[in-house]
């Protein structure tokens, strides 16, 4: 992978972590990113990679029709969430669910993101940025606690 976007996914860590309590957008990270120097097409590949390594592993397994020995229970939305949450982006979080490629509180996370998106109805689209960007965001959290106690470990 090329140097400048592995410093943009990074960036894009960072950005995520440091504004993680308000609802993210592509769109508001790209700016950030096009106004620190960075090409549109290295940020578009950032994001490329970051959906690959989160959400490409969901769609494999999903594609491959992996089976849940002990389904989870079932997750109902509240009337509020269900007047936002459009019946195509909540069937492909339930898709992610059952097949256990998502915890519930992986899955309460991303409803919760869901209801602070500023916008009318989360479609599929939608659901899958969101998934995704959650996805990174706790791989993000993983990558640095391993590596500030590799670092320690070096000392």
Known sequence: MNPRIKDVVGLIGHYISDHWESYIDREEISDELLHRGYSSREIRD??????????????????????????????????VEATKIGSDAWSLLMGFYSRGLIDPTLLEEIVDRC????????????????????????????WKEFLHSSSTLLH
């Not at 390594?53 to 509240?78: C, E, F, W, Y």
């Not at 916008?119 to 990174?136: C, H, M, Q, W």
């Open 46 to 79: 950032a994001f490329h990679w970051i959906d690959e390594m989160t959400l490409g592993a969901l769609r494999d397994a999903m594609a491959q029709n992996t089976i849940v020995k002990n389904p989870p229970s079932q997750r109902v939305l509240s009337s």
């Open 115 to 142: 209801m602070q998106a500023d916008v009318d109805e989360i479609n599929k689209p939608v659901v899958r940025e969101i998934t995704a960007l959650t996805l990174f965001k706790h791989l993000h959290d993983e």
